[in-house]
């Protein structure tokens, strides 16, 4: 078979290609240059400078192209949007893509991802990959024109790259690109390659289909949990259920009875069982009674949450993130002074896939299978807690059943990893529901006072911001917390677009024991509830509908005001809504700018006389800057509009004791299929705008729009979430 492979043409030179040509063993590699491969030998591991040359690309003889996707598939599209990228540039009919999932390595890292890691997160990985894709393709594109030219003897700039061939229109001849892939493989690589202009485009903006359906069809996907290796054991896992708890004692011998259990494994705050297969390892969990040491923040509660975070926004002396104009001033001169709280409690991430990882540890190799979205922080990790140099670690990349963050954390790939190596064995370690919700890297509870200062036309004039919240970055990126200043606390506020004067944010860290991590838009899923609130709050007051009301804000900024126009228009906003008998009927909108795009959404809410209501509609706008796949855009506005709905309606983890009280979806409630409202989705790009992220910005403006909608329904406004824990009910 005749294969041309390409690699990133980033940091490339010529002298560079020919080394790797010759390591390749004849297929044309563009990407690390040999010394760098040599000085990065410890990244790739024990299989020397070759490891380094992982292919971007390969074309095959029969003209199939197959593009290497870096970054991790939970759903969100990757591996039909990037190949999309290197199929407009190098002009290939959409059948003849595929895609496959390279090994890691630093090659690997997501130019998006602001701590350069081989992680998937903050919906940047078109936003980071998309000039580096285009340049794949169109190189690629160039080599085949090159080696066409060369076998007709004709100058390159006589030929053109079109559906999957290189034609020489002067003489009507044309060669299919599995036909010259052997030979472009031998051609230098150019240094500089020209990119189509936008007008050009016949497949970027396109919803075209995904190239991992089938595969998730047929079952041939293969997920965390679908791993199966030869003499594996499947482990069942139990922690002390207060999270900084650790294991005392507890006797196997119970576990050991049940039929199918191998052994039991004790780690520093959890015991684990090994079987056959997954129900006898529980089983056996179920059988025993271990006792735990559960440490002094076993008393820790809701109210001693509470008086935590009322103590962070009622401390003057709590640092600032964010400042500008004269606050002070602006409040002692202001005729009308407003003070607004608003809380959001810790969710859980609760990933249809349960928590997982495969592990075989052995000397000097190391293997972890599992549904990751970071190879950086499963490689540091198991190199800690084993002790081992990170080049013995190799992580095998799966589907995944879900992410939302929570697949960043490498705490289930160290269990497995310890627990391998004291069996000797391969272990898939498979947490049960219960310890999935009790044991996860929660979203923050936060809390945030909002002292507002009005005008004589009810527009704001100052706002002193006062934010109490736990830190992720204290655990994840400790470096990056200076004199107590966690600077993600800021999103939302910092880049708010509203034309107020004068804003100062302080905002304390909330340090409680309470284990937090990054959740689907990270703090703006909770900071956007609390800003576009307060700006609903006043629109309210003023008497103003909350578009009208922003426009008066955004007047300076066009972008903005076209978002604005656009939900007008796609929610019918100026239409009354059809009167009901006893039924109370209203819109409430927010708009979200983060990750690079801007959203707005309207909901629209009937309310009956005990307060029951239904979420009836969702309109949408997305304005992404460029389009890359229009069709996963619009899914990615839908399932984050519902997860937002499902969190802002009934999401919240509760403590009591220490540990959390939810354990399953009997108390980890989502909306079911009859309850999820009519959604209508546009999709929007802006002229010369880069790039943004899809998957997080969809969700922060539900819960505001949906409160707003039933504070003009009602009335009364909420100012905490979940919204149906002080209502009287949520009815279809």
């Known amino acids: 078979m005749n294969v041309m492979t390409l690699a990133s043409p980033h940091t490339l030179s010529r002298r560079g290609a020919v080394a790797a040509l010759a390591l390749a063993g004849g297929g044309l590699v563009l990407g690390v240059p040999l010394a760098r491969a040599q000085a990065q030998k410890k990244n790739f591991g024990p299989g020397g400078p070759a490891e380094a040359f992982q292919y971007w690309l390969a074309i095959d003889s029969g003209g199939i192209v197959t593009v290497g996707v870096h970054l991790a598939e939970m759903g969100q599209g990757v591996t039909t949007a990037l190949p999309q990228l290197v199929a407009e540039e190098l002009n290939v009919p959409w059948a003849d893509v595929r895609f496959t999932f390279p090994p890691n390595g630093k090659v690997y890292y997501n130019r998006g991802y602001g701590p350069f890691q081989e992680s998937t997160g903050g919906s940047s990985t078109i936003r980071g990959q998309f000039q580096m894709f285009r340049e794949i393709g169109a190189t690629a594109r160039e080599m085949l024109k090159a080696a066409a030219a060369q076998e007709w003897k004709v100058s390159v700039a006589e030929v053109t790259a079109d559906q999957g061939r290189v034609v020489h229109a002067a003489s009507g001849r044309s060669l299919g690109y599995g036909a010259l892939a052997e030979a472009a493989s031998r051609m230098a690589p150019p240094t500089d390659v020209p990119l189509k202009p936008k007008e050009q485009w016949t497949l970027l903006g396109k919803p075209l289909p995904r190239l991992d359906t089938s595969a998730k069809v047929d079952g041939s996907a293969q997920f965390g949990t679908d791993v199966m290796l030869q003499g594996m054991l499947v482990g069942a896992i139990r922690m002390c259920p207060v999270f900084t708890g650790k294991l005392k004692s507890v006797d196997p011998a119970p576990a050991l009875a049940v039929n199918g259990v191998a052994?039991?494994?004790?780690?520093?705050?959890?015991?684990?069982?090994?079987?056959?297969?997954?129900?006898?390892?529980?089983?056996?969990?179920?059988?025993?009674?271990?006792?735990?040491?559960?440490?002094?923040?076993?008393?820790?509660?809701?109210?001693?949450?509470?008086?935590?975070?009322?103590?962070?926004?009622?401390?003057?002396?709590?640092?600032?993130?964010?400042?500008?104009?004269?606050?002070?001033?602006?409040?002692?001169?202001?005729?009308?002074?407003?003070?607004?709280?608003?809380?959001?409690?810790?969710?859980?991430?609760?990933?249809?896939?349960?928590?997982?990882?495969?592990?075989?540890?052995?000397?000097?190799?190391?293997?972890?299978?599992?549904?990751?979205?970071?190879?950086?922080?499963?490689?540091?990790?198991?190199?800690?807690?084993?002790?081992?140099?990170?080049?013995?670690?190799?992580?095998?990349?799966?589907?995944?059943?879900?992410?939302?963050?929570?697949?960043?954390?490498?705490?289930?790939?160290?269990?497995?990893?310890?627990?391998?190596?004291?069996?000797?064995?391969?272990?898939?370690?498979?947490?049960?529901?219960?310890?999935?919700?009790?044991?996860?890297?929660?979203?923050?509870?936060?809390?945030?006072?909002?002292?507002?200062?009005?005008?004589?036309?009810?527009?704001?004039?100052?706002?002193d911001i006062a934010s109490a919240c736990p830190s992720m970055a204290l655990r994840r990126f400790p470096r990056s917390v200076k004199d107590g200043k966690d600077m993600s606390h800021v999103s939302g506020i910092a880049e708010s677009p509203y034309a107020v004067a004068a804003l100062r944010m302080r905002s304390a860290i909330v340090d409680n024991g309470v284990p937090v991590g990054y959740w689907r838009a990270v703090n703006h899923s909770q900071n956007l509830f609390f800003r576009e609130s307060v700006i609903n709050d006043l629109a309210m007051r003023a008497g103003a509908d909350p578009i009208a009301y922003r426009r008066k804000l955004l007047a300076d900024q066009p972008r903005f005001l076209a978002l604005l126009d656009a939900i007008e228009d796609l929610s019918d906003y100026k239409t009354p809504l059809t009167a009901k008998p006893g039924v109370r009927r209203a819109r409430g909108m927010a708009l979200n700018n983060s990750h690079g795009s801007l959203c707005a959404q309207v909901a629209e809410v009937s309310v009956v006389a005990d307060n029951a209501f239904t979420v009836d509609r969702v309109s949408c706008v997305i304005d992404v800057g460029v389009v890359v796949n229009s069709g996963i855009v619009a899914a990615q506005m839908e399932s984050s509009i519902l997860d937002g709905l499902s969190a802002a309606l009934f999401g919240e983890i509760t403590l009591a004791h220490g540990a959390a009280v939810e354990g399953n979806f009997d108390r980890v409630r989502f909306l079911k299929l009859a309850e999820a409202p009519d959604v209508h989705v546009v999709v929007r790009e802006w002229p010369g705008a880069n790039p943004g992220g899809v998957g997080e910005p969809g969700l922060p403006p539900i819960a505001p729009a949906v409160t707003d909608a039933l504070a003009r329904a009602t009335g009364q406004r909420l100012r905490a979430l979940p919204i149906v824990k002080q209502t009287a009910g949520f009815s279809v």
């Not at 705050?269 to 179920?286: C, E, F, R």
């Not at 990882?357 to 990751?372: E, H, K, N, S, Y």
């Not at 084993?386 to 954390?409: C, K, N, P, W, Y």
């Open 263 to 463: 052994q039991v494994v004790t780690l520093d705050n959890a015991v684990v069982v090994l079987g056959s297969g997954y129900w006898p390892a529980h089983k056996g969990l179920q059988a025993l009674a271990p006792e735990w040491d559960l440490g002094p923040r076993a008393g820790y509660d809701m109210a001693a949450l509470k008086a935590d975070l009322d103590a962070g926004v009622n401390n003057p002396t709590a640092p600032i993130l964010h400042s500008k104009g004269d606050v002070d001033g602006a409040l002692q001169s202001a005729k009308t002074k407003l003070t607004f709280d608003y809380d959001a409690p810790y969710l859980a991430h609760a990933c249809m896939e349960p928590m997982n990882a495969t592990a075989f540890v052995r000397a000097g190799a190391i293997d972890i299978w599992m549904p990751g979205q970071s190879h950086t922080n499963v490689i540091d990790g198991v190199a800690a807690a084993l002790q081992v140099d990170a080049s013995i670690i190799r992580v095998h990349r799966t589907f995944m059943g879900g992410g939302f963050g929570r697949r960043g954390e490498a705490d289930v790939a160290v269990q497995a990893a310890l627990v391998s190596k004291a069996v000797g064995v391969p272990v898939k370690l498979i947490w049960s529901r219960e310890e999935d919700i009790r044991h996860d890297y929660y979203r923050p509870a936060a809390k945030m006072r909002f002292t507002v200062a009005l005008d004589e036309a009810g527009l704001p004039t100052a706002m």
